[in-house]
């Protein structure tokens, strides 16, 4: 427990100190009301907003612990959504078309796997196939309309509250537990680490590696669809050109803040997730402050910019050495000048 | 002397590449560099040509010392060479190829006519008359290394190094490239050749010199050297303290032994001819065999490493599957692979990760081995086959070369397997650690497990093996047996047919 601690302290120092320069600049920024009893706040938006990239981030933390990427998750948020908005307005039962909708995406990754894993392409390329592919297929679901609903049902998984907390608020969370205990509670997390590690290696040790490599696929193309059905049920309706838009960037960005190595290996599902949180508070911070909007974009990039260059291992380095040289001037020095005398 | 090597050192964390090497290499000789993996060849190499920084020792070039730092500063020097994998551009054309970097120019534009005629002229000295304007791509491999080595002849001029040219190419081939060698040689250039092939070490060069363990073994005439005397050189003459113990302890009826398991026609082209292999129970089999010789194929295809094309395997209740490396196991197998870095050690995870992971593998990944579990085999193991680190959680890679190889030996043994294959169990470890694994080796065939052993070092499968099988240019050609296995045999095996028909003669 220690251990996981210790692993996601700099995210969580990070959200902590973006929080804390954000309230003072808009000091109602932890604000929290209870209004028609549901809990309202800055805070609480930005668990809801931030749950799409939250749920990418865990599919995508896996993906990349097997040395891959998944640059498809943004197209299967669209093709889900599409599917979604198809079956409920084609009156399918609500259970009958979220199956279909996570099916969809569980078969996205199994192409995806199959790529990557049986016929050798890539990643970068296998998914980017259908990252441009897969808003096509949603637009031929939708008949290139929005396709709009009014199902309150489905449009509950989207902007309903259940306990006072909108519900796509709880998903996310629930999610990555459920996936962190079925990493760490079975031998998955660490076969998967191995085959990211060491592909060959871990096969000759007789690791199903093919196997783990399409199932890894198909965990972020499950992730995408949630996101897909939580998307599609907050605006009640697909819009399969703009529904999870460049948000397979923003589920990469969150699994590297949450300090995952594009090399793949050792993984964490909590710190991507704060890493997903960091991103959603720095989007939310910069519109409350009240900075006027064109300047976003660029300050979301410079804070990027320096919470990645803040846990460069290099600079780590670095720092503990001038921590080390700046310790032993200061405690040591008189012993060290003497040894450096006998010299 | 055109180069002149001396007391050449070079380390690696946990071992030593070069230890005070001498080399040299005259104006007009063609001087073969030789030695199994790991010997060092490479390591000299790179130090001649700057992509490494030597530890110790003088290198002089017609009498001035140098420091090649890097490549090209060792081309601009007179130091040019040519890998088995060409290293051109083949979307290029040949012209461009050859005079990539020195293009004849006109106001900053290249001249394309008197690149082509350049190169045509440059070529045909290579006795190659080709459309220089097509692609370098649309040619064969020994085109372009012809080209390759026309480039860096012209590049640097002096010391032209061959790391194997041949080794991807027919006998026809050969021939082309031989001539082109034999005709810079008489234009004066010093070529270093490295080969595993001996046939065209004999055939090409005038001088040989034998590395083995990272130091100089000899040099000598190559029409004064005979091929079984050059086998000996290469694969050395160590450890014989634990051929001692292993003698005496060698069982006087190797047939005595209940059979486990029997290879009938396992083999894939190009790779080993079909063989039969029998297996006993708490055998040790040693595969004796030059580098490149079938030997590792061999291992592979028995562990499903490498898709067989032909043949089966059985023991006492029938035929059992090995396509692939899972199924293998499931038999009761294990492989410690030659590569350890590439193939054997997962690096950043733990000692205690690497220790359970096949154990784990096979148990599924539902039901994960306990974590107290987890601990206590590593800790086992780690005391049992004295693996020196701090602690279970250090990351495999931070560890020396010996002691991964005992993590990897500690992987199967956790699996308790019936028949271990071990590719080079001692190359690159220190001579401690070298002992101890030979002798875990005795242990564990003692408590019922079969063993192949495949090794570099004769010695070492003379020590420990009830029985060798000497592979030779993909195929199994002999096997040995009690007073059979000893060195002369052995080498004579190796090196035969040649050998055999000298001492016919």
Redesign the interface.
């Known amino acids: 427990m220690s251990r996981t601690l210790l692993r996601i302290a700099p995210q969580a120092i990070t959200l902590v100190v973006l929080v804390a320069l954000i309230s003072v600049v808009f000091p109602g920024f932890l604000d929290i009301s209870i209004s028609d009893g549901r809990l309202v706040g800055p805070a609480i938006d930005i668990l809801k907003r931030g749950a799409s990239v939250a749920l990418l981030a865990v599919g995508m933390t896996l993906v990349i612990a097997t040395r891959g990427i998944d640059l498809s998750v943004g197209a299967i948020i669209a093709i889900c959504g599409a599917i979604a908005a198809w079956g409920i307005t084609n009156d399918y039962s609500l259970g009958t078309t979220l199956m279909m909708a996570v099916a969809a995406g569980l078969l996205a990754g199994l192409w995806n796997g199959t790529l990557v894993a049986v016929i050798g392409i890539q990643p970068i390329v296998a998914t980017l196939i259908l990252m441009t592919a897969g808003r096509g297929v949603a637009q031929l679901i939708t008949e290139g309309r929005i396709l709009t609903f009014s199902n309150d049902q489905f449009a509950y998984l989207g902007s309903g509250d259940l306990f006072g907390i909108p519900v796509p608020a709880l998903l996310w969370p629930v999610t990555g537990v459920l996936f962190a205990i079925a990493m760490r509670?079975?031998?998955?997390g660490?076969?998967i680490?191995?085959v990211g590690?060491?592909r060959?290696?871990?096969?000759?040790?007789?690791?199903?590696a093919t196997l783990l490599l399409i199932a890894v696929y198909m965990a972020s193309g499950f992730c995408a669809a949630l996101a897909g059905i939580i998307t599609t049920a907050d605006i009640r309706g697909a819009d399969a050109n703009n529904a999870g838009l460049w948000l397979e960037l923003d589920a990469i960005l969150a699994v590297v803040i949450g300090g995952n190595s594009l090399m793949g290996?050792?993984f964490s599902i909590a710190a991507s997730l704060l890493g997903a949180m960091i991103i959603q508070t720095i989007d939310t911070g910069i519109l409350l402050a009240g900075f006027p909007s064109e300047y976003n974009l660029v300050i979301k990039a410079g804070l990027v910019i320096a919470i990645l260059i803040l846990q460069s291992p290099r600079l780590g380095a670095t720092w503990t050495y001038w921590r080390y040289a700046l310790f032993s001037r200061q405690r040591g020095g008189a012993t060290q000048a003497v040894r450096e005398g006998q010299e | 002397m055109l180069l002149s090597i001396t007391g050449l050192s070079k380390s690696f964390p946990g071992t030593r590449a070069l230890d005070n090497v001498t080399f040299n290499l005259e104006a007009g000789e063609v001087h073969a560099l030789l030695g199994e993996n790991g010997a060092g060849k490479s390591t000299l190499i790179k130090c001649l040509t700057g992509a490494y920084q030597r530890d110790a020792g003088e290198i002089l070039l017609n009498g001035q010392a140098i420091h090649p730092r890097s490549t090209n500063e060792a081309q601009d020097l007179g130091i040019g060479t040519v890998y088995q994998e060409v290293n051109l551009l083949p979307n290029l054309s040949v012209a461009q190829n050859l005079l990539f970097g020195r293009e004849p120019l006109r106001f900053g534009m290249t001249r394309g006519r008197a690149m082509r005629a350049e190169a045509e002229e440059t070529l045909r000295t290579y006795g190659l008359d080709i459309d220089v304007t097509r692609d370098l791509g649309s040619y064969s491999v020994a085109v372009q290394q012809i080209v390759a080595i026309a480039r860096a002849v012209q590049l640097s001029g002096k010391v032209l190094i061959l790391d194997e040219p041949t080794a991807s190419l027919d006998a026809e081939e050969v021939r082309m490239i031989f001539e082109v060698v034999r005709s810079l040689r008489d234009r004066g250039l010093g070529i270093i050749f490295v080969s595993h092939f001996l046939d065209q070490v004999f055939d090409l060069t005038d001088r040989l010199t034998v590395l083995r363990n990272g130091q100089h073994i000899v040099t000598e005439r190559t029409s004064s050297v005979d091929r079984m005397q050059l086998i000996e050189h290469m694969l050395g003459h160590q450890l014989e303290e634990v051929e001692e113990k292993a003698r005496s302890a060698r069982g006087s009826e190797p047939d005595a032994r209940p059979e486990l398991l029997r290879f009938e026609g396992l083999g894939r082209r190009g790779d080993v001819e079909p063989f039969d292999l029998r297996v006993g129970q708490g055998e040790v089999i040693g595969l004796a065999g030059l580098l490149g010789s079938g030997r590792t194929e061999s291992a592979e295809i028995m562990f499903g490493a490498r898709a067989a094309q032909s043949g089966t395997a059985r023991d006492a209740d029938g035929a059992i599957a090995i396509d692939t490396p899972r199924n293998a196991i499931a038999a009761g197998f294990g492989f410690a692979p030659e590569d350890r870095k590439t193939d054997g050690i997962v690096a950043d995870l733990s000692v205690r990760e690497n220790i359970i992971l096949a154990l784990q593998a096979s148990r599924g990944w539902a039901r994960p081995i306990p974590r107290s579990e987890q601990k206590r085999l590593a800790d086992m193991f780690i005391y049992r086959l004295d693996i020196r680190t701090s602690d279970a959680e250090k990351a495999v890679g931070a560890l020396s070369g010996g002691n991964q190889q005992k993590v990897v030996l500690a992987r199967w043994l956790a699996m308790n397997p019936r028949f271990l294959i071990l590719d080079e169990p001692t190359r690159g470890i220190d001579v401690g650690a070298h002992a101890e694994i030979l002798l875990l080796i005795q242990e564990m065939t003692a408590e019922g497990m079969s063993i192949l052993v495949i090794s570099s070092e004769l010695d070492e499968l003379i020590a420990i093996s009830d029985r060798v099988i000497v592979v030779r240019d993909r195929r199994h050609v002999a096997e040995l047996t009690g007073a059979d296995i000893d060195r002369d045999t052995i080498v004579r095996s190796i090196a035969a047919p040649d050998a055999a028909d000298g001492k016919a003669a």
Do not use: H, Q
């Open positions: 509670r079975t031998a998955l660490l076969l680490e191995a590690i060491n060959r290696a871990s096969a000759l040790a007789g690791i199903n290996g050792r």
